[in-house]
């Protein structure tokens, strides 16, 4: 029976791989560390948590915290570490940087030094059936011009304190591997989207505001290109490369999906309007809403910070090492991305009030 270490399992991408890893296998334990800053929500997991006692232990804190990631270590035998915990909003690090240093750069540190203590046999060996994942981005590598592709061997050239510090991270994480032979992961994944993501992102803002009539705020000329993927290939692929992944070795995921933020926009437009239009299930929402949901809501904003302009991922490694491609079309994903969001206000609702805070960790306290 393997024992995960998932952290940052209350945010968007942790709380997606914990269903998928729970549900795929069956003997399996986690353990899931997270600070619940603003973007963790146990409600992302209450279901797993009251399905299954046995297997999901959940416990509030800090990747920084030594002495609570040590007690990890001694009270459960420790297969993987996957590290999803970070500060992730681009525009936040343009604001305030620090505390994107302190979790995503000394937060990896602490994790790595006590790995390495907890999982060292003495002479720079390690059990064979331990890895050390760190989930990383595409943004490390910067931006690209209209052609080429992101490989495993690109320069690192961050542009935003964000994927600087990512960047940062994943400096150390090669190093505790060149230099104490600790057998990590990094996976560099590009954009993803899907059911509960934060609604400060892109898509779920986007969603969020239309349902609302209010503006559509898109960055520059809308432009900027990225390359998206479902979360539940991400997290397919993270389960595959922990089996099948090298020691030492760096990952590329990419969803081959292309598109300028405007094409997203409009996309998730027109979709969002034929779901309300022609599904019976939205019937009395579509009677709420009018004409609005047209695109004269898009409204063009100043552009962000050193804006990179194009990402794009050559993902042909972990094709060919692990066995790994993208399985969901995103004309598919995204319609079942809205839909999610359609059957979920509530959860949009106690988030976009503020009130997800109190009610989820009292409802977690009260357990
Ligand atoms: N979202 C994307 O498109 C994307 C793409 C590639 C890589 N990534 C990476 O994947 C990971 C997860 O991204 P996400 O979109 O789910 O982020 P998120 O912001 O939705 O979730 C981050 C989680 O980490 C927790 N956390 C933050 N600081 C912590 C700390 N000091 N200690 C413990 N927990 C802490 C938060 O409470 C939250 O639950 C991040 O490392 C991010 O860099 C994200």
Redesign the pocket.
């Known amino acids: 029976m393997k024992t995960y270490f998932v952290?940052?399992?209350?945010?968007?991408?942790?709380s997606n791989f914990i269903k998928y890893i729970i549900d795929k296998h069956q003997d399996i334990k986690i353990v899931c560390?997270?600070?619940?800053?603003y973007?963790?929500?146990l409600a992302n997991i209450e279901e797993e948590l009251n399905n299954y006692p046995d297997r999901l232990t959940f416990i509030k804190?800090?990747?920084?915290n030594q002495e609570l990631v040590e007690y990890i270590f001694d009270t459960w035998e420790i297969n993987y570490i996957v590290?999803?915990?970070?500060?992730?909003?681009v525009d936040r690090s343009i604001e305030d940087a620090e505390v994107f240093l302190?979790?995503?750069v000394l937060?990896v540190q602490n994790l790595l030094n006590i790995a390495k203590d907890k999982w060292d046999l003495g002479e720079r060996e390690y059990r064979n059936d331990v890895r050390f994942l760190q989930?990383?981005?595409?943004?490390v590598y910067g931006s690209l011009g209209k052609r080429g592709y992101f490989t495993e061997e690109s320069n690192i050239q961050p542009n935003s304190p964000?994927s600087a510090s990512?960047a940062s991270a994943d400096m150390l994480v090669r190093a505790y591997n060149e230099t104490h032979n600790l057998p990590t992961i990094i996976t560099?994944?590009?954009?993803?989207?899907g059911p509960y993501?934060?609604p400060e992102?892109l898509i779920p803002l986007m969603i969020n505001n239309i349902l609302n009539g209010k503006e559509l705020p898109v960055y520059g000329d809308g432009l900027n290109v990225r390359d998206w993927l479902y979360v539940k290939d991400?997290c397919r692929a993270i389960d595959m490369v922990l089996e099948k992944g090298k020691a030492g070795g760096v990952y590329n995921i990419g969803g081959h999906n292309e598109e300028t933020n405007i094409k997203i926009v409009k996309t998730l437009i027109k979709e969002l309007d034929n779901l309300l239009k022609e599904n019976e299930a939205y019937k009395e929402m579509a009677a709420t809403k009018d004409d609005y949901i047209n695109e004269s809501l898009i409204t063009f904003v100043k552009d962000r910070l050193g804006h990179d302009k194009r990402y794009a991922i050559d993902p042909s490694k972990i094709k060919k090492e692990v066995g790994w491609e993208p399985t969901i079309m995103f004309e598919d994903g995204i319609v079942d991305t809205i839909k999610w969001y359609l059957d979920n206000q509530d959860w949009l609702k106690l988030i976009t009030s503020g009130d997800y805070k109190n009610y989820y960790e009292e409802m977690y306290l009260d357990r």
Do not use: M, P, W
Not at 7 to 14: P, S, V
């Open positions: 952290t940052g399992g209350a945010g968007f991408i942790g560390l997270d600070k619940l800053t973007a963790g929500n804190g800090d990747i920084n590290n999803f915990a970070a500060e992730s909003h302190k979790t995503n937060g989930v990383s981005t595409d943004e964000y990512k560099r994944c590009s954009n993803n989207y993501q934060f992102k991400h």
